[in-house]
């Protein structure tokens, strides 16, 4: 008679072989503490059924516990309150007022004339709540309303020496 060939390990029987060989390893080596006495062995290093951080994860959740680890929500969320500026203030503000800077909870807005400076400084206290409803509580406390370049003075034919300008109403 011929004796009964023996399952070759391979597939699922060679995973849990695998298994139970590497947790007799860490149970036999972690098994006696300093003194001699018996501790308890510490949980097996290999994957179990449930996830753990050594499995894929999802982006989302990668990049928004690495935004939190640095400490860049806040920043974040400006940058995104500038690339959707017209959505928050609407299309007539955002096509003659755009955000330059956020430093500090000072929002520094630039308008391309005079009036639209005066209205929007008008309309600071509103824009105020909106934004801090989109960013958080206090995250924006002052806007600070800039009005437009105006030309130097320093060259050209109306440039006189140590003259201030021409006094006109350029901001």
């Not at 007799?24 to 003194?35: E, P």
């Not at 017209?86 to 520094?108: K, M, Q, Y």
């Not at 005079?114 to 995250?139: F, I, S, Y």
Request: glycine share 10%.
């Amino acid at each position: 008679m011929t004796e009964p060939e023996e399952p070759t390990p391979d597939g699922l029987d060679f995973a849990r072989a695998q298994a139970r060989a590497v947790s007799r390893l860490q149970v036999t080596s972690r098994a006696r503490g300093r003194r001699g006495r018996r501790r308890r062995a510490a949980p097996a290093e290999a994957s179990g059924a449930h996830p753990d951080d050594r499995d894929p994860q999802l982006l989302d959740n990668v990049l928004g516990r690495l935004v939190t680890e640095h400490g860049w929500t806040v920043d974040l969320k400006v940058h995104g309150v500038f690339g959707r500026w017209a959505e928050l203030v609407g299309d007539d503000i955002a096509t003659h007022c755009t955000p330059e800077s956020f430093a500090e909870g000072r929002l520094s807005v630039r308008t391309d004339s005079t009036a639209w400076a005066t209205q929007l400084r008008l309309l600071a206290p509103t824009l105020l709540k909106r934004l801090n409803t989109e960013l958080g509580h206090d995250t924006v406390t002052f806007i600070e309303v800039l009005g437009p370049h105006g030309p130097t003075w320093k060259k050209g034919p109306r440039s006189v020496r140590d003259g201030r300008g021409p006094r006109d109403t350029y901001g």
